[in-house]
């Protein structure tokens, strides 16, 4: 599988979602474009936390410097992102793509994240409930759907709330992956426990 995890704002919980799903399924991982924190990167994030030995993690496509927007941070770096560039790592295990901030999040003048996504991609929505989240993932989700593609599943993420849950997954007909609660922590072992929670449904879809 080729999964693409994507987000219904910026600083829900993908790359914590990520790092479950690649322990889940032993998938290798890549986030085609990193914008700030090089030394700490989401990639060095994951990377640290994955505790089976079959997982590979593949190099950016585009670092940029500035922890901003992609099209603002490809600008100050005197750049501009071309998707023609931005090819996929060749692998025979499953494939984790992490995306950056949500989906119209602008890459260049014309491209945003969701122009990453393709057929053979399988899409999760990572959504993290605060005032007006019920509308941005229905409005992500539908997004994603107009252009073509299926969204394979829900991750929740934060504190729980039943009844907006509830909603998104009766609006939407979208299974539930699982839901990542508010940690004190995370690290390897937590992320194997939410993995062993998450792997069957991930198997599933």
Not at 1 to 24: L, P, R, Y
Not at 42 to 48: G, I, N, P
Not at 99 to 112: H, K, Q, W
């Amino acid at each position: 599988m080729k999964i693409f995890i994507t987000g219904i704002s910026t600083d829900v919980g993908k790359t914590v979602a990520s790092t479950i799903v690649v322990e889940a399924l032993e998938a290798d991982y890549w986030k085609p474009i990193q914008a700030g924190d090089l030394a700490l990167s989401d990639t060095h994030k994951v990377k640290s936390k994955i505790s089976n030995s079959k997982s590979q993690f593949f190099p950016n496509a585009y670092e940029l410097n500035t922890p901003a927007s992609p099209h603002l941070a490809a600008e100050i770096d005197g750049i501009e992102i071309d998707l023609k560039k931005i090819q996929e790592p060749k692998t025979e295990n499953h494939l984790v793509i992490e995306g950056a901030g949500g989906i119209f999040v602008p890459l260049n003048e014309s491209d945003t994240i969701v122009d990453l996504i393709k057929p053979d991609y399988k899409v999760i929505v990572v959504s993290r409930h605060y005032l007006g989240s019920i509308n941005h993932t229905l409005l992500t989700i539908e997004a994603i759907q107009h252009r073509g593609f299926q969204v394979h599943g829900i991750i929740f993420s934060g504190s729980e709330n039943k009844s907006t849950e509830s909603l998104i997954l009766n609006k939407t007909g979208i299974k539930c992956i699982g839901r990542i609660d508010e940690e004190p922590y995370f690290d390897q072992n937590v992320i194997k426990e939410y993995a062993d929670l998450f792997r069957e449904n991930l198997l599933k879809m």
